[in-house]
């Protein structure tokens, strides 16, 4: 299919596309990498009568160290970018060991960060680890900007925090505590497939190596991303030991994800696959939070 008939423009500055937005506000889409909006928009599901390409705004392409040791990532970073610098890897390896599961090589040379989190697919993995990171998100609008928790910003299947005449326009991760371990697992019927379920892990230990903070956050498992607080707080305070992991693995599962069944996996299977992958996540992290490859 084609996509409906549209007005097109790209705007040369970040200040030229906010006035776009504010004067055509609910009729208007941006265009970032395109890699979700234009298969969308072939297919009809989308139609709208003004697409705002950004491509050209460099402002939003950027990944530098922050001031208080964490990152900042502008909208515009191509996921690929994300895979390879070095910078990420040092600072938020959570990120840096994920990002290759996003799609393929070609999805990734043109999708962005900013766009994938704007999208807000509850399959994809970088709202996921957003929510894991404990990312802000800057939202920018003509005269004004505001910072949202990314915990807050996924509002539902597709939907976000961000009004019409907004731009996401930057992230903020902050560094990781000290005797921080992470991972990222996810099962798919291919790689590059979306994933049937995937997990990001942290655990962060205390001076006598019992866990002082868990945070574990899934994707595919509900309308977006997932975190299962109350498990994580069932490690607090304990050694990452088989029966706990099996606890904390058994309450997310059971208690705090609706995942949806599909072709591929019923909803109860996805239970089965969450519970194996947050074995498995545990158990790395704490082991790189133990041997020295955590965060210093």
Same mark, same amino acid.
């Given at each position: @299919?084609k996509?409906?008939? +549209?007005?097109?423009?790209a !705007?040369? &500055?970040?200040?030229?596309?906010?006035?776009?937005?504010?004067?055509?506000?609910?009729?208007?889409?941006?265009?970032?990498?395109?890699q979700s909006?234009?298969?969308? @928009?072939?297919?009809? #599901?989308?139609?709208?009568?003004?697409?705002?390409?950004?491509?050209?705004?460099a %402002?939003?392409?950027?990944?530098?160290?922050?001031?208080?040791?964490?990152?900042?990532?502008?909208?515009?970073?191509?996921?690929?970018?994300? %895979?390879?610098?070095?910078?990420?890897?040092?600072?938020?390896?959570?990120?840096?060991?994920?990002?290759p599961?996003?799609?393929? !090589?070609?999805?990734?040379?043109?999708?962005? +960060?900013?766009? &994938?989190?704007?999208? $807000?697919?509850?399959?994809? %993995?970088?709202?996921?680890?957003?929510?894991?990171?404990?990312?802000?998100?800057?939202?920018?609008?003509?005269?004004?900007?505001?910072?949202?928790?990314?915990?807050?910003?996924?509002?539902?299947?597709?939907?976000?925090?961000?009004?019409?005449?907004?731009?996401?326009?930057?992230?903020?991760i902050?560094?990781?505590?000290?005797?921080?371990?992470?991972?990222?697992?996810?099962?798919?019927?291919?790689?590059?497939?979306?994933?049937?379920?995937?997990?990001?892990?942290?655990?962060?230990?205390?001076?006598?190596?019992?866990?002082? %903070?868990?945070?574990?956050v899934?994707?595919?498992?509900?309308?977006?991303p997932v975190?299962?607080?109350?498990?994580?707080?069932?490690?607090?305070?304990?050694?990452?030991s088989?029966?706990?992991?099996? $606890?904390?693995?058994?309450?997310?599962?059971?208690?705090? @994800?609706?995942? +949806?069944?599909?072709v591929?996996?019923?909803?109860? +299977?996805?239970?089965? #696959?969450a519970?194996?992958?947050?074995?498995?996540a545990?158990?790395r992290?704490?082991?790189?939070?133990?041997?020295?490859?955590?965060?210093?």
């Amino acid at each position: @299919m084609k996509p409906a008939p +549209f007005d097109y423009q790209a !705007p040369a &500055s970040l200040e030229a596309a906010l006035d776009v937005l504010a004067r055509h506000g609910g009729e208007a889409k941006i265009l970032a990498g395109g890699q979700s909006l234009i298969p969308v @928009m072939n297919f009809r #599901l989308a139609e709208p009568a003004l697409l705002v390409d950004i491509n050209k705004l460099a %402002e939003l392409d950027f990944i530098r160290r922050a001031e208080d040791g964490g990152l900042r990532i502008g909208a515009l970073t191509r996921q690929r970018r994300l %895979e390879r610098d070095p910078l990420v890897a040092a600072v938020a390896p959570l990120l840096h060991e994920a990002v290759p599961f996003i799609a393929h !090589p070609q999805i990734r040379n043109r999708g962005t +960060f900013g766009g &994938s989190l704007a999208h $807000a697919d509850p399959a994809a %993995e970088l709202p996921a680890l957003a929510v894991a990171l404990r990312a802000r998100l800057r939202l920018q609008r003509a005269g004004s900007d505001r910072w949202v928790e990314a915990g807050d910003f996924f509002a539902g299947l597709f939907a976000t925090a961000l009004e019409p005449d907004e731009i996401l326009a930057e992230v903020a991760i902050p560094p990781l505590p000290p005797r921080t371990g992470w991972a990222f697992l996810e099962i798919a019927r291919r790689h590059g497939d979306y994933a049937q379920v995937g997990i990001a892990a942290l655990v962060t230990l205390d001076e006598a190596g019992r866990c002082r %903070e868990a945070r574990l956050v899934y994707l595919s498992v509900g309308d977006r991303p997932v975190e299962a607080r109350q498990a994580a707080r069932l490690l607090a305070g304990e050694e990452i030991s088989p029966p706990a992991i099996a $606890a904390a693995a058994e309450k997310a599962s059971r208690d705090e @994800m609706s995942p +949806f069944g599909d072709v591929h996996a019923t909803a109860e +299977f996805k239970r089965h #696959l969450a519970r194996v992958l947050t074995g498995r996540a545990l158990r790395r992290a704490a082991e790189r939070a133990r041997d020295g490859r955590a965060a210093a």
